[in-house]
């Protein structure tokens, strides 16, 4: 069974990079076929699709945000890392994990979250 | 605003039964029959109910269904608990250009 868990700042300032990661358990990111997207989800709002990574290390992005996403991973760690440069305040948000399984288009697991307010 | 459409909200009360809409289009629920639908319990973690359309993961409960009509995809939720109040995101996969869209989520009250 895998299960995630992200870890970031609870807080950033406007116009900062926030980076977040995605740790991965359970299964290792280096021998299975499977990708891991990053979703957030204001508060009160709707979930957003911000950004995948493949098995095979392809990446994609939210076609409205992808200037500012870049996604990756690290096999050594077993973790995904999503930055996001020049936060404003309309990125508050709970940023969350999901594993797609591959040749599956659904998230089959989630991590609970990480609350990112940004704020001066 | 999100790029499926769902109602902001529904009611039933328990033992019924009730039917939540995602419309989409043609460039995603229409071409693409990989629906998903997600229960999310305040302060939770989405929960996957229904992938592919109407397949449903182990341990959901068969009370849970879903089907496709063209640009529109439906989940239905027969002999309505009290535990099914929460709200409900579809999902649908769009191609290799935009990927994933979200539905902007269904309120359940069970009254």
Redesign the interface.
Known sequence: QVTLKESGPVLVKPTETLTLTCGVSGFSLSNTAMGVSWIRQPPGKALEWLAHIFSNDEKSYSTSLKSRLTISKDTSKNQVVLTVTNMGPVDTATYSCAVIWFGKFHFDSWGQGTLVTVSS | Q?ALTQPASVSGSPGQSITISCTGTSSDIGT?N?V?W?QQHPG?????II??GSQR?SGVSTRFSGSKSGNTASLTISGLQAEDEADY?C?S?AG??????????TKLTVL
């Open positions: 999100s693409y990989l998903s997600y939770k973690a989405p929960k996957l992938f592919g993961p995101y999902c996969y290799p250009t935009t990927y994933w869209v979200f539905g902007g989520g």
